[in-house]
């Protein structure tokens, strides 16, 4: 144990926060090489491993990549891209908002991709941004992938309003959220402030609501055309066990409809 306090003191004293973090992400994928195997296939990294790993604030059997810590949600999203759409294969502006480390990586290292990732908090993104003032053109996006933001943005119409401003005519967005669909109505309550309430009644200690039932009509009051995509039922049992889809189900894929203004009007 002295040695590895040692060893987390000599890292504190002469590495930065910013490189300390990426040296856990690159710990993470050096150790999640013990779990190597042939069961499941994260779409995210492509590593084959014997199994995911639980992960969750109310833990969830095979969450999370050992390697690249990608989640469900993650794994759904990058199987769509790729068997349905032209994300691979033409060039395209693309934002990411709350992006994974390596999936980051993999996506700058993509030569049809013009891509900019950020987030409020996370000093690993590219740049930092406010999902309610985003740092790009309007009308400058083709692909717009937000997963797990919106639950934390105070006024996250405004939010969804910008990436409605952002999108290019004819774009999409994937806006994923957590969505509870026993809710027929989404539950806010500004007054649960602290992170311990907050984790109490939403789930999540900056969160600050749960979307229900009416998710998909929140974000078309911000003029966004939006599909809710069972793209798991695509998959045959084998495949959802493989990739590690049982506890996601949709894609929100929102579109800004060709030929409408900045108010999403025709
Ligand atoms: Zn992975």
Same mark, same amino acid.
């Given at each position: 144990m002295a040695v590895i306090e040692t060893l987390k003191h000599f890292l504190k004293l002469y590495i930065s926060p910013l490189n300390r973090i990426k040296l856990r992400t690159h710990y993470r994928w050096w150790s999640g090489l013990w779990y190597v195997g042939n069961k499941c296939e994260c779409p995210c990294c492509g590593i084959r491993v014997r199994r995911f790993l639980p992960a969750g604030v109310v833990s969830r059997k095979?969450?999370?990549?050992?390697?690249?810590? +990608?989640f469900e949600r993650h794994r759904l999203m990058m199987l769509y891209l790729r068997d349905r759409t032209d994300f691979f294969t033409q060039t395209h502006q693309v934002l990411e908002i709350s992006p994974r480390y390596l999936v980051q990586k993999k996506f700058q290292s993509m030569k049809n991709l013009t891509y900019l990732s950020g987030d409020l908090? @996370?000093?690993? +993104?590219?740049v930092r941004l406010d999902v309610t003032s985003l740092p790009v053109k309007t009308a400058s996006c083709d692909y717009i992938l937000c997963y797990s933001v919106f639950e934390t943005v105070p006024d996250d119409i405004g939010g969804m309003k910008e990436i409605f401003r952002a999108l290019k005519p004819g774009g999409s967005a994937i806006i994923h959220v957590y969505v @509870?669909?026993? *809710?027929d109505e989404t539950f806010e309550d500004a007054a649960v402030t602290s992170p311990e309430d907050r984790e109490k009644? $939403?789930?999540? *200690? $900056?969160?600050c609501r749960v979307y229900g039932a009416d998710y998909p009509r929140r974000l078309e009051a911000a003029g966004l055309r939006v599909q809710c995509i069972d $793209?798991?039922?695509?998959?045959?049992a084998g495949e959802i066990a493989r990739y590690g889809l049982t506890n996601v189900r949709y894609i929100f894929l929102c579109s800004k409809p060709e030929g409408q203004n900045l108010r999403g009007e025709a």
């Open positions: 095979g969450a999370q990549c050992p390697c690249c810590g +990608a908090f @996370d000093p690993l +993104a590219m @509870d669909w026993s *809710r009644t $939403f789930g999540g *200690r $900056f969160n $793209f798991v039922s695509v998959f045959s």
